[in-house]
């Protein structure tokens, strides 16, 4: 196992982590307006799963083995992937501008692929030890 899978990562240092950072403040802006109704349901959904994106980031880094670093690094690709959904489900509900969903849908995709250079790049240096 190399060093870099002994020592705890800067999650602040890694830019999947940023992108899905902005990506969640991005979120919670731009659901303010949603429907009050939608408080419990479309609301909190699509902010959980945007902060879970992030956070999911942050638990891998802290991990020891790059095997748990990608595990919660995929947990995060999934969580973006409801992020994705709700995005499109509040736009097809009416609840986000047509610019709001070109600005959140392009900061959805901008982290993926930001995600996935991470992912590859950990299972790289994982050698497929994982």
Known sequence: MSSA???MRDYRKIVAWEKADDLTVLIYNHSKEFPKEEMYALTSQIRRAAYSVAANI???ASRNTLKDYLHYLFMARGSLAET???IHLAHRLVYLSAESYRLLTSAAEETGRILTGLIQSVQA???GRV
Do not use: I
Request: zero cysteines.
């Open 84 to 86: 994705t959904y709700f």
């Open 58 to 60: 942050v638990e891998g």
């Open 125 to 127: 240096e994982a050698g």
């Open 5 to 7: 899978a002994n020592k």
